[in-house]
């Protein structure tokens, strides 16, 4: 052991070489990782892709003009029209109290913020249902009032506002816990009214990691199957997502139509990967200021 | 900023009361950070308030500006009682110790800021704003940095842009917390020298706070000395080095030695020598002597108050500092002339020339 610390070996040893494994081995390690990306990630994109024009561009285009896809596509963009907002104003509010004030209760309520990752999402579906399900808590007075919330939309904008509730505080709390509220106050004692000092302060610090939680948020809003499949129904042209659509036109055998629909979430997915890594590169330090110890 | 002082020089002629804090206290949690606070500023002063860290100084500033509330007592401004009136309606220039300037805002847009966020009505014209911005930038040496971002300049430049972003909206008051605890030790000197010129110039009534007690002594008018969140003394510089009212006063504002004396009849005796030391009437039997450093000499034989051995000496800026162990255990530190060196182990007897004596 000695040997390895004597002045003469350190000062010829590269400093390189104290990290960096032999030839072989990294080699191997690149090698598996590629292999596995390849296994499990990219064949199956490509495959959904190969699939839904494995019929030729007609039948794939063909899988977009019924009505069911219609509806299933405007169901989505509907879906994550009010998700998207509503867990983005929430995101903000509740990042903003956790952030810049101290409460009792706190350290519950960031624990409950995470909630929805780490239940799976049918739970999170069933909970719904035996809240506002016929059977349900509410169910009764749902009934005599003719709302309808189980199989029907305003249950599948539940759902997935429940499932896509963590994305925006999560990433926000620890931005705005490092900017901390010093900003805030001199914009207040220039005589900055609190909304102005909002819009010119606190938005602006936090556009780019507002921009990079929504854009997670609403991949996940337009991709989520578990919890709204348990509130859907099922009922074609009218609750289906286009997940579910996906589900419904595969179990009935019909390959290209469920590919091609397929297809469409997978571009959505390849954008929204796309877009965020161009966040993260341009943004970094915003982004990631949570982990810095700034 | 010529246009913003001219309205202000009748306030400040006199030195009238500016701002008057009435017997504030504040509690956070359990703690008390203020005991019943009392402080007039006046009008065109340059204030320090000076303390250890958790001493109630920031607390005390904050509240001043708005941005906390005392659980009791009141903060009044010229005439009006500003304890409830919110922080936009104060009309306080503050200065954050990490300056909090505005990160995705050029220079010129921070310091417009609050010019900007006026009402419509009271907002002054773009091409006002434009010139004001200009005679700021030319105030604080930084034109030609108006299109600058703050991320584009040394700390010394956030903290003039900061104290001009303050001084845009004309405030009231200026408020400083720890302006130069950011910085280091030269631009912490230029910085102070160029806080004085510029309060001299524009006569703006500015409160500033610090930990530091050659800042505060060096920079301010009147200098307010707190402790566990009380006031301890306020006075002029000189005042409070001349005569500390309390040991905590005269400990905080320089290093001290601390000897065992008995005082009767308005003299001290320490070991039974005579020092030139008057204790104030009515001090009688043992008390406490504190002397700075340069109110020791030495001396031999009946002369000295002290005996004791060189531990250690050092020189620094032409004096030398030499530490004496003293027989009962206690280092004291010594400052004398640079002309004779002292060799670790030599037996010394120290000369009391001067000092201040409190109750034990």
């Given amino acids: ?294 | 900023m010529p246009g913003a002082t001219e309205g202000r020089a009748s306030e400040r002629t006199g030195g009238s009361t500016a701002i008057r804090v009435e017997n504030l206290s504040k509690t956070f949690d359990t703690a008390a950070v203020l005991h019943d606070f009392s402080l007039d500023v006046r009008a065109g002063e340059l204030l320090a308030l000076l303390g250890p860290s958790g001493s109630g100084k920031t607390t005390l500033l904050r509240i001043i500006a708005g941005l906390d509330f005392p659980d009791d007592g009141r903060i009044v401004f010229g005439a009006e009682d500003a304890t409830r009136l919110p922080v936009q309606q104060r009309a306080v220039g503050f200065v954050f110790q990490h300056y909090a300037l505005f990160k995705h805002m050029s220079v010129a847009e921070n310091i417009a800021y609050g010019l900007n966020a006026r009402k419509r009505s009271e907002r002054p014209a773009k091409a006002e704003i434009k010139r004001r911005v200009g005679d700021l930038l030319d105030l604080i040496k930084l034109s030609g940095f108006a299109d600058r971002y703050p991320s584009q300049l040394s700390g010394g430049q956030r903290q003039r842009i900061a104290l001009a972003r303050a001084l845009a909206v004309e405030p009231r008051v200026l408020l400083l917390d720890e302006p130069f605890g950011a910085l280091d030790a030269q631009v912490r000197k230029d910085l102070r020298r160029w806080l004085r010129e510029i309060h001299d110039r524009t006569g703006q009534t500015t409160i500033f706070v610090t930990h530091d007690q050659d800042e505060a002594l060096e920079l301010s008018d009147r200098v307010a000395v707190l402790d566990k969140g009380r006031l301890e003394q306020v006075g002029t510089p000189d005042e409070v080095q001349e005569a500390p009212v309390s040991a905590t006063v005269l400990k905080f504002l320089g290093d001290t030695i601390e000897v065992e004396a008995i005082a009767q009849g308005g003299e001290v005796r320490v070991d039974g020598r005579l020092t030139p030391v008057r204790a104030p009437g009515g001090l009688v039997g043992p008390v406490k002597l504190y002397a700075r450093p340069w109110q020791l000499q030495f001396a031999e034989g009946d002369g000295a108050h002290l005996q004791g051995l060189v531990r250690s000496s050092y020189r620094t800026q032409g004096r030398q500092r030499i530490e004496v162990d003293r027989p009962e255990g206690k280092t004291v530190v010594v400052e004398a002339a640079d002309t004779h060196r002292f060799a670790a182990g030599s037996p010394v007897g120290l000369r009391i020339t001067g000092g201040h004596v409190f109750p034990n």
């Fill in chain 1, 1 to 294: 052991m000695s040997e390895t610390f004597a002045p003469a070996t350190l000062a010829e040893a590269r400093p390189a070489s104290v990290v960096t494994e032999g030839l072989w081995v990294r080699g191997l390690l690149i090698a598996v990782a590629i292999l596995f990306l390849a296994l499990f990630l990219v064949l199956p994109l490509v495959t959904v892709f190969a699939q839904a024009l494995a019929k030729g561009f007609g039948a794939y285009l063909a899988a977009f003009t019924e009505a069911d896809a219609h509806a299933a596509i405007r169901l989505t963009l509907l879906t994550a029209a009010i998700a998207v907002p509503f867990n983005l104003v929430f995101g903000i509010m509740a990042s903003w109290a956790i952030a810049k004030f101290e409460f009792w209760g706190k350290n519950l309520l960031v624990t409950l913020i995470d909630l929805p990752f780490s239940v799976s999402p049918v739970v999170s579906g069933l909970i719904y249902v035996l809240v506002f399900g016929a059977q349900g808590l509410l169910g009764p007075w749902l009934l005599a009032h003719d709302l309808q919330v189980i199989f029907a939309v305003p249950g599948i904008v539940l759902a997935t506002i429940f499932v896509t509730f963590p994305f925006v505080a999560r990433q926000l709390i620890p931005l705005m816990q490092e900017q901390g509220t010093a900003e805030e106050e001199a914009a207040l004692t220039l005589g900055a009214s609190g909304w102005h000092a909002f819009r010119t302060v606190t938005l602006p610090n936090i556009r780019w990691g507002l921009l990079y939680s929504v854009l997670l948020c609403n991949a996940r809003a337009m991709g989520e199957f578990g919890a709204v499949s348990v509130v859907s129904g099922h009922i074609r042209g009218l609750t289906n997502t286009l997940p579910l659509h996906v589900e419904i036109l595969y179990n009935e055998y019909n390959f290209v139509a469920a590919f091609a629909v397929a297809s469409l979430l997978a571009g959505l997915a390849l954008v929204t990967l796309l877009v965020k890594s161009l966040l993260e590169w341009r943004y970094a330090d915003e982004i990631k200021a949570g982990a810095r110890g700034h």
